[in-house]
Nanobody
């Protein structure tokens, strides 16, 4: 049974920081690109960042320089460090794992809410 379990969301003031965590089980971690997506009300889900087994990262332009994605293969964890948060970062954040050979095979977490507001 594949499970992706996110944690670390919450309410933070503009300029603040949060760290999201995602624990992944039931898949071969090294065979998947892992990442974070987000979806704000009334908007489509979008890629925030992803990272390969070799550590190659991709970031959306809106978060470059503020967010950092990392993964720990020993514990099958994926992290998203979010700094200098803005109100427009408010969204539900989803952890994702995508098979490197079969890109249509992917898994999602249940989502964690991030709200940036004063």
């Amino acid at each position: 049974q594949v499970q992706l379990v996110e944690s670390g969301g919450g309410l933070v003031q503009p300029g603040g920081s949060l760290r999201l965590s995602c624990g992944i089980s039931g898949i071969i971690f090294s065979a998947h690109v892992t990442g974070w997506y987000r979806q704000a009300p009334g908007k489509e889900r979008e890629l925030v960042a992803d990272i390969t087994q070799r550590g190659r990262t991709t970031y959306s332009d809106s978060v470059k320089g503020r967010f950092t994605i990392s993964r720990d293969s020993a514990s099958n964890m994926v992290y998203l460090q979010m700094n200098a948060l803005k109100p427009e970062d408010t969204a539900t954040y989803y952890c994702n794992a995508r098979n490197i050979n079969y890109k249509t095979i992917q898994y999602w977490g249940q989502g964690t809410q991030v709200t940036v507001s004063s």
